[in-house]
């Protein structure tokens, strides 16, 4: 067999395979035998019909074709490897020349890995904010956790934002009810914003037993985006009493005797939140430094499959939270023409980041042992709500396993790059990182040996790259 490549783009190869008849006559042997067995030849048994025979009784171009779609797919792998292209898709196949007694010829155009000269990914330098935690950051969470043992008293007076009331709420279109947006007996905290969009402005001020008229959109259904008129009527006000902020309070919600050792724990839970948060921060700047080093080519056909992908992930998002597009784009001060263009640059800085990690890690010969292939199906598995077995069994089945050995290896080479990086924080502290614990606590420096790969950055690209 002979092949050869021509490069169409960075991107695009498109490869010439000969194959000479000598070459065929296994996968034509292969197609009699096949042949064989699905005809029934008076005289003849079933699978021993002479090949002249068959010739007579479907043709030899049948034949033929049938050795060929075996061939194919052997010869294109193997012209592939001969030539060092990684495919990204399926090749668009195409057969050029094919006689009786002659041979083969085909062309397959396929977009493959793109070549990328790689940066120097050593000594990069980030900015993130700062982790600090103010004493109001703590007040905030005290007083969470203050309303969960908060008690409610009915009152008289009218409602007034923070009280919880009990409404009936019935919303209608041209003097009929819609359907699914009837409720009674429904307990709503005024202010929480948590409804339709008028409703807290409907309740302030209102009493017991009386109703408020509002026009308004609906979120969900039938007719959403459409006005509708609401009516809500306050059966029931109540005032939230919060318990003191003492001791006493920190014996019943906690397991500490004293103000001062809660209000410290949350403290430190805030902290190592902090820490959490400014290391996923670290290494979005890292590789975004490392990106800005860098030409990658991109496919754009896996660029636009990416890109259709994300897009409709994020809708099923935004319905199951019923939250129109428009709402979405209103609240985020978005046009729809800026929020493609910013979901089209994540896009593309993940798909860019997804090549350059591969070349690291072919870089640096990284391997991935059993036990972090395991490791990270469970954790892969918890994260989309999955039992671990199930999921583990859904990945071998569907061959996705070398699709989550390349995650494993990126997030080796993002650790890689972002450990050997100069990180600081706003104020110009250095943001320790290479001890950092998955619960956001510092630990001792450990042997190269024992060092762990599941380290807050080691994190796949995904959270790294996701829109």
């Known amino acids: 067999m002979k092949s050869a490549v021509e490069t169409l783009s960075p991107t695009r190869a498109k490869l010439t395979v000969e194959v000479p008849f000598e070459e065929l006559k296994p996968s034509l042997d292969a197609a009699y ?6 005809i029934n030849v008076p005289g003849f048994r079933r699978g021993k019909v002479p090949p002249q025979i068959i010739d007579r009784q479907v043709g030899r171009g049948v034949v033929l074709d049938e050795a060929v779609n075996d061939v194919l797919p052997k010869a294109y792998v193997e012209a592939l490897t001969e030539n060092n292209l990684t495919p990204l898709a399926q090749p668009d196949i195409e057969v050029t020349k094919f006689e009786d007694n002659e041979g083969l010829e085909f062309t397959a155009e396929v977009d493959v890995k793109p070549e990328i000269a790689l940066p120097d990914y050593e000594g990069l330098s980030a900015q993130v904010e700062d982790a600090a935690v103010s004493d109001e950051d ?6 969470a956790l203050r309303e969960r043992f908060a008690t409610l008293i009915d009152v008289e007076r009218p409602a007034a934002d923070g009280d919880f009331v009990v409404i009936d709420l019935v919303a209608s279109k041209d003097g009929e ?22 409703l807290d402005e409907a309740l302030v001020g ?11 959109q609906l979120v969900a259904g039938d007719l959403v985006g459409e006005d509708v008129d ?10 939230q009493e919060l318990p003191e902020l003492d001791d006493e309070f920190a014996q019943e919600a906690s397991e500490f005797d004293t103000l001062a050792e809660l209000r410290e724990d949350v403290r430190e839970r805030l902290v190592r939140g902090k820490r959490l948060e400014q290391a996923a921060a670290a290494r979005d700047a890292v590789l975004e430094a490392l990106l800005e080093k860098v030409e990658v080519p991109l496919p754009e056909t896996m660029v636009t499959e990416e890109l259709n992908a994300r897009r409709a992930s994020f809708e099923q998002q935004l ?28 896009v593309r800085d993940a798909v860019a980041a997804q090549f350059l990690l591969d070349e690291i890690a072919d870089a640096e010969e990284m391997g991935v042992e059993q036990a972090e292939l395991t490791q990270h199906m469970i954790r892969r598995a918890q994260q989309s709500g999955q039992d671990p077995q199930e999921f583990v069994n859904h990945m071998f089945e569907h061959n996705h396993v070398p699709d ?33 614990r998955g619960d956001g606590s ?17 994190e796949s690209t995904e959270e790294s790259t996701e829109a």
């Open 33 to 38: 035998q096949k042949i064989a067995k699905q």
């Open 138 to 143: 703590v007040d905030t969470q005290v007083d």
């Open 177 to 198: 009810v819609v359907e699914g947006a009837e409720i009674a007996g429904f307990s709503y905290k005024v202010g929480s914003g948590g409804m339709i969009e008028g």
């Open 206 to 216: 209102a009493g017991v037993d009386e109703e408020k008229t509002f026009t308004t």
């Open 230 to 239: 609401v009516k809500v009527k306050v059966t029931q006000v109540q005032e």
């Open 319 to 346: 319905q199951m939270s019923n939250i129109p597009l428009e709402k979405y784009l209103e609240d985020e001060g978005q046009t729809q023409e800026e929020f493609e263009a910013e979901l089209e640059r994540r």
């Open 404 to 436: 989550l050995v390349q995650e494993i290896r990126r997030g080796k080479a993002l650790q890689l790059i972002v450990e050997g990086a100069t990180v600081t924080d706003a104020s110009g502290n250095a943001v320790e990182l290479k001890n950092l």
């Open 442 to 458: 510092i630990g001792e420096p450990e042997a190269p040996e024992a060092e762990a790969t599941e380290a807050p950055a080691a």
